[in-house]
């Protein structure tokens, strides 16, 4: 089978799968639609079942796939360690000794809230600074009314977030800002992704996805 | 709205999305010429970047962070794909591979694919890396950060606050970033700390501002239709409302107001 065949063969897989279950998840589990015909009940639980079928594949994929993950990373520091990158062997010593270690204590986790927990809290406490810096650096890289306004902003809200009565004022300007412009931009915002969502979606529902394309090699 | 209703217009707007892409796509083919499009700061800076990785033989780094083909975020993890597919055919000529990172364990498929096809010089398995999500994986690209030494860091995918710390070190580093996330906490810290920022819809025009094929640019244009009716019809909606609370206001007069906001917004338009 040459190259544009196969892209085309899954192209076709592709769009049945994504037409099936789209009118699968549309359809299905909604009698009302077939108004108050005898056995709407049923047509509607079999048109919901080609769905309810593939997004359980997608489950189980999406759940073998955290062991191609682990294989991946162990691989890719195997090759590093191959190229004399001997950080990577703390990494693979690691990995071999947490593993050791659950299997010989019948599950203890101890190990791993010792070493993980701390490394995670002191990069969520790097987090907070990194934040205040890149406040701090807006005005430097967006020296403009809409860099500044950013900042007033921030500094609104966060001052009108101190439990002190004497910013109630502040505090009202805050809560303004949250409910109104804030929202309205959130949403504006989320407005526009899912417009690139659906674009996006119809281009995989149509199979003209890169993925499906022919491969060059 | 009931479900029924709403899923009878869920598939009216799939439909009407369809047909859009597809006559976009006959007159974009029939033009010929490239439509102009709005100048994004950040999709002229990659071939700068590309240049570079070019002249410098050291990669591009690559992120999808959090993004995953199977959920809710698969659109722009596909979206994501197809920016660095271009990205990657820009810097063909380099020796170094680009370097892609996901924290998905599901997109790591969808990562070296991209890699196989838009890269045509090898090394694409141990270029797409796998790494644990959340604040591990900020911290272990920013270790990268130093080690591979990427000429510039293109994240486009799903990143919440704890893009900051990649930011930062990317700074730190002196190499440039653009960014863009699906959250409203991760665009956030991409505007307040990138180079340079998408917003929005703006990561699933990309290949039309990168690619040449007309079909992209054909997809670009029906979300900026898309996007120009419903700001006409938050407008009318908007406009509509006030007329009904305001006694001052009458149909005519609302009409007029609108006719000269759609014209002052495509002036606007064509200027940028």
Do not use: C
């Amino acid at each position: 089978m040459g190259l544009g065949s196969r892209a085309g063969l899954s192209a076709f897989v592709a769009f049945m799968v994504g037409v099936v279950t789209i009118l699968s998840l549309l359809l299905g589990d909604n009698p009302a639609l077939f108004g108050d015909q005898p056995g709407s009940d049923e047509l509607a639980r079999r048109l919901a079942l080609p769905g309810d079928v593939l997004l359980r594949l997608v489950v189980i994929v999406v759940a073998v796939s955290i062991v191609i993950g682990i294989a991946n990373l162990l691989f890719v520091h195997i090759g590093r360690l191959a190229r004399r990158k001997f950080i990577s062997a703390v990494l693979l010593a690691s990995f071999g000794f947490t593993i050791y270690w659950y299997v010989t204590r019948q599950g203890d986790t101890s190990l791993l809230e010792a070493v993980q927990v701390p490394i995670e809290s002191s990069l969520a406490a790097l987090l907070f600074l990194s934040l205040a810096l890149g406040g701090a650096r807006v005005m430097r890289k967006r020296a403009d009314i809409w860099g500044m306004l950013f900042v007033a902003v921030a500094l609104v809200v966060l001052l009108g977030s101190l439990p002190l009565a004497e910013l109630a004022p502040v505090k009202a300007w805050s809560d303004w800002l949250m409910s109104a412009p804030v929202s309205a931009g959130a949403r504006a915002l989320l407005l526009g992704i899912a417009l690139g969502a659906v674009v996006a979606g119809v281009r995989a529902l149509l199979g003209q996805d890169r993925a499906y394309r022919a491969y060059r090699g | 709205m009931d479900d029924t209703t709403l899923q009878v217009y869920s598939l009216l707007f799939v439909f009407a999305t369809v047909v859009l892409v597809y006559t976009a796509r006959f007159f974009q083919a029939r033009r010929g010429r490239r439509r102009r499009q709005r100048q994004i700061a950040g999709f002229e800076r990659i071939p700068q970047w590309t240049t570079q990785s070019i002249e410098s033989n050291r990669p591009l780094h690559l992120a999808y962070g959090g993004a995953a083909v199977g959920g809710d975020n698969t659109p722009v993890t596909l979206a994501g794909a197809e920016f660095f597919h271009q990205v990657i055919e820009g810097a063909n000529a380099s020796d170094a591979s680009p370097l892609v990172t996901m924290s998905a364990p599901e997109t790591i498929p969808l990562g070296q694919d991209t890699l196989r096809r838009a890269w045509h010089k090898g090394d694409t398995l141990s270029r797409a890396r796998w790494l644990p999500p959340g604040l591990a994986y900020a911290g272990a690209v920013t270790a990268s950060m130093a080690d591979d030494e990427p000429t510039a860091h293109i994240m486009a995918g799903q990143f919440g606050p704890e893009l900051a710390l990649l930011l930062d070190s990317a700074s730190r580093h002196g190499q440039p970033s653009l960014a863009v996330s699906d959250r409203l906490d991760g665009g956030a810290v991409a505007y307040a700390m990138a180079d340079y920022v998408l917003i929005g819809e703006e990561l699933y025009a990309a290949a039309g501002y990168l690619a040449e094929d007309s079909p992209a640019r054909a997809d670009a244009a029906v979300l900026d239709v898309w996007r120009a009716l419903i700001l006409l019809g938050v407008t009318a909606l908007l406009l509509l409302e006030f007329s009904k609370q305001l006694a001052v206001l009458s149909g005519p007069l609302v009409a007029v107001v609108a006719a000269i906001l759609v014209l002052l917004g495509l002036v606007s338009y064509r200027r940028r």
